[in-house]
């Protein structure tokens, strides 16, 4: 069992910053990525960006050069780090785990950017 929190959404003009927080407690040994991901209405949840367990990241084209993944291990916890946010980046973010045999995710955390 992996359990995840996130925290550190909110609403935030259009050029601001914004980071959140996925703190992770369980079978943390298992995970073998961890990935944000995000949700706006009437869409489908859409990946963010991913980190393994041996470092390496990727993003999707419309975050490259905004957001930043990384992660703290001696906290459990993994970041994603917003810069340049924009109206369209409006969504719910989730915090996803993924282990060979299971998928666990967040409760998501709102971001709202205005014009």
């Known amino acids: 069992q992996v359990q995840l929190v996130e925290s550190g959404g909110g609403l935030v003009q259009a050029g601001g910053s914004l980071r959140l927080s996925c703190a992770v407690s369980?079978?943390?040994?298992?995970?073998?990525?961890m990935g944000w991901y995000r949700q706006a209405p009437g869409k489908q949840r859409e990946l963010v960006a991913l980190?393994?367990?041996?470092?390496?990241?990727n993003y999707a084209d419309s975050v490259k050069g905004r957001f930043t993944i990384s992660r703290e291990n001696a906290k459990n916890t993994v970041y994603l780090q917003m810069n340049s946010l924009k109206p369209e980046d409006t969504a719910v973010y989730y915090c996803?785990?993924?282990?060979?045999?299971?998928?666990?995710w967040g409760q998501g955390t709102q971001v709202t950017v205005s014009s």
């Open positions: 996803n785990a993924q282990l060979s045999w299971n998928t666990y």
């Open positions: 980190i393994t367990r041996s470092g390496s990241t």
């Open positions: 369980g079978s943390i040994s298992s995970i073998y990525m």
